[in-house]
């Protein structure tokens, strides 16, 4: 496993998407900042009141977190789980791994906390650049209170596990179909466009007696932004839908790659 790992993220860390949607990412979160900033500029004289009463963000951290849990990572991760992943396909890595002799559930499960780690570190720049050009907008980084790294430690707990849980998707998808270009179209369009459409469907079948769009992954991803608190069952239900989503997409990929006949 160690040897699967390490020569995982070497080709990680060499690789160009990997840096390339890094960088994209990094550029919206910090521009977007700048961006909010003036057009509440703007608004703010036309009506003749100070900017600050419009302001979108408080302090540095809150947007920091925001952009964490705002779901503006998930393109980039659909594009580039479905590269890496399809590409040893296409290149042939995953055909010399599995005629090596390592384990096929091994393979798999690199690959999984490979993409999970990628995921994790554009979450981590996100909030650091987010976090810098929002203070440097407002001035303020953010008071560390005891209360609020509680509510920042919980948020950034659910929604890393959350994330993780995406990613699994994602790797299923991409493993499952092997080629990029269709592993993208199916992760950008299908789970992120057709499957929140799945979730509406249900609940207009069932009158709406049941959310079902609360059990969806980018609901929950959503739904815990540091400005508002959330509720126990709020936190509980969010702490469900990932684990669920990571053990069976995990086990449901393992399976279909034992069975695959790779070339």
């Not at 990412?25 to 057009?39: C, D, M, P, Q, Y």
């Not at 554009?122 to 976090?131: A, E, N, P, Q």
């Not at 994330?163 to 592993?183: D, E, F, M, P, Q």
């Amino acid at each position: 496993m160690s040897r699967l790992l390490r020569s995982d993220f070497y080709r990680l860390f060499k690789s160009i998407s990997f840096y390339v949607c890094s960088l994209i990412l990094v550029v919206l979160v910090s521009g977007s900042a700048f961006l909010t900033e003036w057009s509440y500029r703007i608004i703010a004289e036309s009506q003749g009141v100070t900017s600050t009463s419009l302001t979108m963000f408080p302090d540095g951290i809150t947007y920091g977190l925001s952009m964490v849990s705002g779901g503006q990572a998930i393109i980039f991760m659909a594009i580039f789980i479905a590269i890496f992943v399809a590409s040893e396909f296409s290149h042939g890595t995953m055909k010399n791994a599995v005629s090596k002799g390592f384990p096929r559930h091994q393979i798999y499960l690199s690959k999984i906390i490979t993409m999970i780690t990628a995921t994790y570190i554009m979450l981590f720049l996100m909030f650091v650049f987010g976090t810098i050009s929002a203070a440097i907008i407002t001035g303020k980084f953010g008071e560390l209170s005891g209360d609020f790294v509680g509510h920042m430690l919980m948020i950034t707990g659910i929604e890393l596990l959350l994330h993780a849980a995406l990613t699994a998707v994602y790797v299923l998808i991409a493993n499952t179909i092997r080629n990029y270009g269709g592993a993208i179209a199916i992760n950008i369009i299908g789970v992120s466009t057709f499957g929140v459409l799945i979730y509406q469907l249900l609940e207009l079948l069932f009158k709406n007696k049941i959310r079902f769009t609360t059990y969806s992954l980018q609901h929950n991803i959503n739904y815990f932004s540091p400005s508002l608190t959330q509720s126990g069952e709020d936190i509980l239900r969010a702490v469900i839908v990932g684990v669920a989503f990571l053990t069976v997409t995990t086990v449901l990929g393992i399976l279909a790659f034992k069975n695959t006949d790779v070339k």
